[in-house]
């Protein structure tokens, strides 16, 4: 799917900024730009400063996140076409203190990517081109800023796939899912990027650039520092190159969408698509009736027919991959059988896709639940990881505590939703509200953290940190863990540069 850049609007809070102070920087100035004009090309620099300034309006997409809850303001975007370029950028800001805020595909969603206040962005887009692929070990190494579509496509004819898949394909880099250790809808079967990543290139805070960008399945030869760069959204260097392992495309692909009676059956059925499936179960994906009611109310994938639904209070995305039709087929009716025939069905009824473009359009419903919410209003994104047997209670919850603030009401909060990754015990919890205001904000937090706190679960199950949860961190790390993410980012960058403000509160 393609997400677009938002278009800005005129009049927007800036919710997150009261609570965030950035270290003291400079701004980036005239005689910088001069500096970066004499190595790089006049397109790769848009500035308010330059000798012809560029229009404000060009730096807004940079300047403002995708929900458009996130604002900064930039006057300068750099957009490096080689590591060199971004290495030489990047010692002129260390020198000069000037803090950076790499960005990607801008799609993040808890405001990572976009300044805070001025600092400089550097947009990896410009730096798109895969360095090598061996299709017999399956390793691809690719500039950071290669989307990740385009990396699905660029891998098709050689019968391989990204590891990863996500609603925000269309735009994301992969540079941007590195650094947001990005989990998305695939995560089941492939596992985390920390297992398929390789290697990466990186530009450290003072501009040297560390290649550790091996090709190698094993290596143990002491400390695996890469590790450190993935999910550590750009707080501690710029990613210019990835090594990933991708995976041999499956030669046979189902997908069902279940409709059931009531949440209690989803625990039992993923426990039955486990033991069934085993091998080729590879994604268990769960929405909840008015989420989605909303993606089929914003056009997101073809709706089921309504008697197919009539009753469900939520639904199951179950997606097979295997190697042989015949042998995935049968495995897959056998489950759907055995889930109609028992005296109590776990669902009520399932819808599966017989053709490619059926496949695709059961995802679109999946996947289109942000873009669907995002134009039914302003979301509030809880990105939480707890037991799968409290994902409704933390939605109801959290419903009913609105209620008790008189909020639940046109005019503030629409709706509460719940989807997720089941599989990985992920549970997106949206409140999608008509504006963003500071009474919804407070009556949402710390409520939804101490919930979550109160499950041993995770505040950012895959979304990460950014801007929106830096005073949230404690609620899922201990002040020692803290205290040894301060002293690693110190290490790495003492001059505070690189990405201020946002993961470390
Ligand atoms: P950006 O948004 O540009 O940046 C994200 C963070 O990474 C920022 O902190 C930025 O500074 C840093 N960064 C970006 N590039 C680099 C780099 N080269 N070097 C160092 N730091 C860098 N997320 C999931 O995990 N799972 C999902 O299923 C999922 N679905 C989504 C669906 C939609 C419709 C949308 C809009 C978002 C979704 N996301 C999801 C969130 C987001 O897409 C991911 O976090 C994605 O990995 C961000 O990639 P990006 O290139 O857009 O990064
Ligand atoms: C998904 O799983 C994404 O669809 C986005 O992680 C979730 O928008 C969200 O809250
Ligand atoms: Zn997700």
Same mark, same amino acid.
């Given at each position: 799917?393609?997400?677009?850049?938002?278009?800005?609007?005129?009049?927007?809070?800036?919710?997150?900024?009261?609570?965030?102070?950035?270290?003291?920087?400079?701004?980036?100035?005239?005689?910088?730009?001069?500096?970066?004009?004499?190595?790089?090309?006049?397109?790769?620099?848009?500035?308010?400063?330059?000798?012809?300034?560029?229009?404000?309006?060009?730096?807004?997409?940079?300047?403002?996140?995708?929900?458009?809850?996130?604002?900064?303001?930039?006057?300068?975007?750099?957009?490096?076409?080689?590591?060199?370029?971004?290495?030489?950028?990047?010692?002129?800001?260390?020198?000069?203190?000037?803090?950076?805020?790499?960005?990607?595909?801008?799609?993040?969603?808890?405001?990572?990517?976009?300044?805070?206040?001025?600092?400089?962005?550097?947009?990896?887009?410009?730096?798109?081109?895969?360095?090598?692929?061996?299709?017999?070990?399956?390793?691809?190494?690719?500039?950071?800023?290669?989307?990740?579509?385009?990396?699905?496509?660029?891998?098709?004819?050689?019968?391989?796939?990204?590891?990863?898949?996500?609603?925000?394909?269309?735009?994301?880099?992969?540079?941007?899912?590195?650094?947001?250790?990005?989990?998305?809808?695939?995560?089941?079967?492939?596992?985390? %990027?920390?297992? *398929?990543?390789?290697? +990466?290139?990186?530009?450290?805070?003072?501009?040297?650039?560390?290649? /550790?960008? #091996?090709? =190698?399945?094993?290596?143990?030869?002491?400390?695996?520092?890469?590790?450190?760069?993935?999910?550590?959204?750009?707080?501690?260097?710029?990613?210019?190159?990835?090594?990933?392992?991708?995976?041999?495309?499956?030669?046979?692909?189902?997908?069902?969408?279940?409709?059931?009676?009531?949440?209690?059956?989803?625990?039992?059925?993923?426990?039955?698509?486990?033991?069934?499936?085993?091998?080729?179960?590879?994604?268990?994906?769960?929405?909840?009736?008015?989420?989605?009611?909303?993606?089929?109310?914003?056009?997101?994938?073809?709706?089921?027919?309504?008697?197919?639904?009539?009753?469900?209070?939520?639904?199951?995305?179950?997606?097979?991959?295997?190697?042989?039709?015949?042998?995935?087929?049968?495995?897959?009716?056998?489950?759907?059988?055995? %889930?109609?025939? *028992?005296?109590?069905? +776990?669902?009520?009824?399932?819808?599966?896709?017989?053709?490619?473009? /059926?496949? #695709?359009? =059961?995802?679109?419903?999946?996947?289109?639940?942000?873009?669907?919410?995002?134009?039914?209003?302003?979301?509030?994104?809880?990105?939480?990881?707890?037991?799968?047997?409290?994902?409704?209670?933390?939605?109801?919850?959290?419903r009913e505590h609105l209620r008790s603030k008189g909020l639940m009401r046109d005019d503030a909060v629409k709706?509460v939703?719940?989807?997720?990754?089941?599989?990985?015990?992920?549970?997106?919890?949206?409140i999608?509200a008509t504006?963003?205001t500071?009474e919804i904000?407070a009556a949402l937090?710390?409520f939804?953290?101490?919930?979550?706190?109160?499950?041993?679960?995770?505040?950012?199950?895959?979304?990460?940190?950014?801007?929106?949860?830096?005073?949230?961190?404690?609620?899922?790390?201990?002040?020692?863990?803290?205290?040894?993410?301060?002293?690693?980012?110190?290490?790495?960058?003492?001059?505070?540069?690189?990405?201020?403000?946002?993961?470390?509160?």
């Amino acid at each position: 799917m393609f997400v677009p850049r938002r278009l800005v609007r005129a009049a927007t809070l800036s919710l997150r900024r009261a609570h965030t102070s950035a270290p003291a920087l400079n701004s980036v100035n005239a005689e910088d730009i001069a500096h970066f004009s004499k190595f790089l090309t006049p397109t790769s620099i848009i500035s308010t400063l330059s000798p012809q300034p560029s229009p404000s309006s060009e730096l807004a997409p940079f300047n403002n996140d995708w929900m458009n809850k996130y604002h900064g303001q930039s006057t300068t975007v750099i957009r490096p076409r080689s590591t060199q370029e971004v290495s030489e950028v990047v010692k002129r800001c260390n020198e000069r203190g000037i803090g950076i805020v790499p960005q990607g595909g801008n799609t993040g969603l808890v405001g990572g990517g976009v300044p805070i206040k001025d600092e400089l962005v550097l947009s990896l887009g410009n730096m798109n081109k895969v360095r090598s692929f061996d299709p017999v070990s399956g390793i691809l190494v690719a500039d950071a800023g290669c989307v990740l579509e385009s990396l699905s496509e660029y891998l098709a004819p050689h019968n391989h796939i990204m590891p990863l898949d996500l609603g925000a394909k269309g735009s994301c880099q992969i540079g941007g899912n590195v650094s947001t250790n990005a989990g998305g809808l695939r995560l089941l079967r492939y596992g985390s %990027l920390h297992g *398929s990543v390789l290697g +990466l290139e990186v530009v450290l805070p003072d501009g040297t650039v560390l290649d /550790q960008l #091996s090709t =190698l399945r094993k290596d143990n030869t002491g400390y695996d520092l890469k590790q450190l760069f993935i999910g550590a959204e750009g707080t501690l260097g710029i990613v210019t190159g990835v090594s990933i392992l991708t995976a041999p495309a499956p030669q046979s692909v189902n997908n069902v969408v279940l409709a059931l009676p009531k949440f209690d059956n989803v625990l039992p059925l993923f426990t039955k698509a486990k033991r069934q499936l085993s091998e080729i179960l590879s994604a268990f994906e769960f929405f909840d009736r008015t989420a989605y009611d909303l993606a089929v109310k914003h056009g997101q994938g073809r709706a089921l027919n309504e008697d197919e639904t009539e009753g469900a209070e939520c639904f199951v995305l179950l997606e097979t991959s295997g190697g042989n039709k015949d042998h995935d087929d049968e495995k897959l009716n056998g489950l759907l059988e055995n %889930l109609m025939e *028992s005296d109590e069905p +776990l669902i009520n009824t399932g819808v599966i896709s017989q053709t490619p473009a /059926q496949f #695709s359009s =059961l995802w679109a419903i999946r996947e289109g639940i942000t873009e669907a919410v995002s134009k039914e209003g302003k979301a509030y994104k809880y990105d939480i990881s707890i037991p799968l047997a409290e994902f409704k209670h933390v939605v109801d919850t959290t419903r009913e505590h609105l209620r008790s603030k008189g909020l639940m009401r046109d005019d503030a909060v629409k709706h509460v939703i719940g989807y997720g990754h089941v599989g990985d015990g992920n549970l997106h919890l949206n409140i999608v509200a008509t504006n963003y205001t500071p009474e919804i904000e407070a009556a949402l937090e710390p409520f939804v953290y101490e919930l979550v706190a109160k499950y041993k679960g995770s505040v950012s199950a895959e979304h990460g940190v950014g801007v929106m949860k830096t005073h949230a961190l404690h609620y899922s790390k201990s002040d020692t863990s803290i205290e040894w993410m301060k002293r690693i980012k110190q290490i790495f960058d003492p001059k505070g540069i690189m990405n201020p403000g946002k993961v470390l509160p």
